[in-house]
């Protein structure tokens, strides 16, 4: 881990020399009346006693917010040290992913990062030179005129704000540091002798330092932060040390206001009913709303590693709630987040439970076959469970299965693939001592895939410009997490997303049974998102290799959540549909036909073509109905489990 660190140091050694060269240019261009320029009259001709009242009060509360904050962490860490804890000691804060990219820049060639750094150098001094001359002829008079973003040599949303150019010292600040961040990234793609997977992880680590290390993360060198802070008198400094004290507290950013919604109430409040549980699941169901049903239920699997109710969100976007309204039996698996009863969970209990689900439906509704859909690593694991039914026989338990964004050849698996390497699985290990691993860190992970929006961006909104936070549902979702059995994770990162062992024929097996995908002649719905950088559309296709059944592939607009979850009413995005049995995804793109909205309705007329019987909505069809022994209420207790 030291090793590593310091190797982080030295890549990041040409942006630290950025930032001391424009702090000493810019100590000299904003003297007072630069100061004054900048933030307006401010605090020009001194502060009136209120005026100075409201600063020492701003920074009483700052004083005594982080005193409170310290002591809270010292009674946790005695605690912990009573109970011999060794996990969460340090536990995950919102800094998380430079943990996670230190693997992959300590293997980065040593020799990169000197070079780079010395011809970085080399340009700041021509910035340098240009920005003396620039102070030089607007210290005597009127200040240069303000230029348009478009005009700019490089432009980036981040520096969208007129602040970024209303001064001379900010606006070469932001135009140098994106100029040294191309560079950087230029010069990964630019190097010799890497492989392609080595390659892109390197290109991964270094976007992610240039993020981190964006002007605008930092107060001294934000002006759109500045002004606030002067116009509020540090106000919005003080709320943003309550926002960032309850994150490390709790371990993990918060993206959304967490009091704005309720399981149960406004978020998973589709009514149902659980009518089977074991310790690692529990089995809903959902009362019907037409007066007949298709005959033929659906279940649905969600991914582990997340709340099932990413499909059953405000009730204009529930896709649990759609398909029940369109006559639809639904049954949804909530899996129950792991704790310390669940460390000698593995592949094959995931699998024995969704082939334990698909009994217990057709017995209780007393049909031979079931609809199936598999989300992300659910739909993974459902590929495997189809495997072994069909070389068990009993393939036609199943009559369909639908897969949302799910990948089984990982070749091609994005940009996850950048956490899976020894480094990475060893820290795994570490983090996980009780057996389990703590969704937060997946959570920074995910988080550190999109870095930009998911971390850097409520870092300068919340914590330094003092914001509130949105009442947003999918990010209130985003940030519920689950814990995974660690045993388990380790090996579907190990055997799946780096060895790539499910495609090729028995190298798995689970409970007992060889798994062979060729095996899988089931009618098979693929969805896959355009600009999924989670399962890559490229790497969803390819389930058109291995499958030997019929198949219809569809490409949505948009990524791995949005296009997934697209309501018909929304009216958003797009999706395409074509030759499923092309050669290629980009064959496929090339001949397929745009259609505007939600994919939604096409893939009931496809469900509708696999069997279009329908049935009275009565009896079992009804949970809770009149004989009828239930547990509780939907949403149940799992998807409240923390």
């Known amino acids: 881990m030291a090793q590593d660190t310091d190797l982080m140091a030295t890549a990041g050694e040409g942006l630290k020399g950025f930032f001391d060269m424009q702090g000493d240019a810019m100590r000299e261009m904003l003297g007072a009346n630069g100061f004054d320029s900048l933030l307006g009259a401010g605090m020009k001709g001194g502060m009136d006693p209120a005026e100075l009242a409201e600063w020492a009060s701003t920074a009483t509360q700052l004083q005594q917010l982080w005193f409170d904050f310290a002591a809270h962490q010292t009674q946790a860490a005695a605690e912990k040290a009573v109970k011999g804890s060794m996990g969460g000691s340090n536990m995950l804060d919102p800094a998380q992913w430079l943990v996670m990219s230190q693997a992959m820049l300590g293997q980065m060639p040593k020799g990169m990062f000197e070079a780079s750094a010395k011809l970085a150098q080399d340009q700041m001094q021509l910035w340098s030179g240009v920005m003396q001359s620039f102070a030089a002829g607007a210290t005597g008079g009127k200040m240069a005129e303000t230029p348009e973003a478009a005009a700019l040599p490089k432009s980036d949303r981040r520096f969208a704000d007129p602040a970024w150019r209303e001064h001379p010292a900010f606006l070469l600040l932001h ?191 007393d049909v031979p076959a079931v609809h199936t859909i598999g989300y992300c690593v659910a739909g993974t694991t459902l590929a495997a469970t189809l495997a072994i039914l069909s070389r068990r026989g009993e393939a036609d338990k199943v009559k369909s299965a639908t897969f949302f964004t799910a990948q089984v050849d990982f070749e091609k698996s994005g940009d996850l693939k950048n956490f899976i390497d020894d480094g990475q699985l060893e820290m795994i290990g570490q983090l996980s001592p009780h057996g389990y691993l703590d969704g937060r860190y997946l959570a920074a992970a995910f988080n550190a895939l999109r870095g930009r929006d998911l971390i850097w961006n409520y870092v300068v909104n919340n914590y330094m410009m003092g914001e509130d936070y949105p009442a947003f549902d999918l990010l209130h979702w985003n940030g519920d997490v689950t814990n995974l059995p660690s045993k388990w994770h380790n090996a579907y990162l190990r055997d799946l997303y780096r060895d790539n062992k499910l495609v090729v024929p028995d190298a798995l097996g689970a409970d007992g049974t060889p798994i062979d995908l060729t095996k899988v002649a089931t009618p098979s719905f693929v969805q896959a998102g355009r600009e999924d950088h989670i399962a890559p559309a490229e790497s969803v296709w390819r389930i058109t290799r291995h499958f030997t059944g019929p198949m219809e592939f569809l490409l949505a607009g948009s990524g791995h959540i949005a296009g997934v979850v697209n309501p018909p009413a929304a009216g958003k995005y797009q999706y395409w549909v074509g030759d499923s049995a092309a050669p290629s995804l980009k064959a496929f793109v090339e001949s397929a036909t745009e259609h505007p909205g939600s994919w939604w309705p096409h893939w009931l007329e496809w469900l509708h073509r696999q069997s279009d019987a329908r049935v009275p909505a009565n009896g079992k069809r009804v949970p809770g109905g009149k004989g009828d022994t239930v547990i509780e209420d939907a949403p149940g207790r799992y998807v409240k489990t923390r």
Not at 236 to 251: E, P, S, Y
Not at 255 to 268: K, S, V
Not at 305 to 319: C, Q, V
Request: charged share 20%; proline share 5%.
């Open 175 to 365: 135009q140098t540091y994106l100029m040294l961040a191309d560079y950087f990234r230029q010069a990964v793609q630019g190097m010799d002798g890497l492989d392609r997977a080595k390659r892109q992880q390197l290109e991964f680590a270094v976007s992610a330092l240039a993020e981190a290390m964006s002007p605008d993360n930092f107060l001294a060198l934000n002006p759109v932060v500045m002004k606030r802070t002067i116009e509020s008198r540090g106000a919005n400094l003080v709320r943003g040390m309550q926002h960032l004290i309850n994150d490390l507290k709790r371990g993990q950013l918060t993206h959304t206001d967490p009091n704005a919604f309720r399981l149960g109430e406004n978020l998973a409040a589709t009514p149902g009913k659980v009518v089977h549980e074991t310790p690692i699941f529990q089995l809903i169901q959902y009362s019907p709303t037409t007066e007949t049903v298709l005959e033929v239920p659906l279940i649905i699997f969600p991914p582990w590693i997340n709340r099932f109710y990413i499909l059953d969100l405000t009730p204009k976007k529930s896709f649990i709630k759609w398909a029940v309204d369109q006559g639809i039996t639904v049954f949804v698996v909530s899996w129950k987040s792991a704790d310390e009863t669940m460390g000698d969970v593995v592949w094959d209990d995931y699998i024995r439970a969704q082939m334990e689900a698909i009994d217990h439906v057709r017995a209780r509704l």
